[in-house]
């Protein structure tokens, strides 16, 4: 490949990296939290903190959280309806490995993509001549998901 066309790929390499490297950020840690579904109640063991509902609700609906439906009644305990879902879920638990070692890989998966990331900004910011250009990339890829969000 030759020099020049090298060089404008590290370029646009260098501009799409830190344009988005704030939303890959966001994902990565977002994602590691959801793979143990700490989102959720039964995951977190309690009420989860604001800050990781707000962040699975960006990473899963694309928004801010909203007001949730009212959830059907749960049936009965001792009748046929809530024995059912016991006896499928015991069923199917039987067959399915456990996904504790992939959950595992997941969040290694996103501390590596996340210090990649914060290693890439770092890198890009020792540049003085393209820190300038490095920031306002950096600021317009933090901005510009926020006002989305609120479009």
Known sequence: MRPNTLRLLRR???????????????????????????????????????????????????????????????????????????AEASAGAAKRPSPLPLKIFVVLLSIALSLSTITGIVIALASRAMRRISIILLVLGTVVPIVLLWV
Do not use: C
């Open 12 to 86: 646009y390499h260098h501009y799409l990296g830190l344009f988005f490297a704030p939303m890959i950020l966001l994902f990565a840690i977002s994602g590691a939290l959801q793979t143990f579904r700490l989102q959720e109640a039964k995951g977190y063991g309690g009420t989860p903190p604001n800050w990781i509902v707000w962040l699975a609700s960006v990473h899963k609906d694309q928004g801010p959280p909203r007001e949730r439906k009212a959830e059907k009644p749960k049936p009965a305990p001792g009748t046929a309806e809530a024995q059912k879902p016991r």
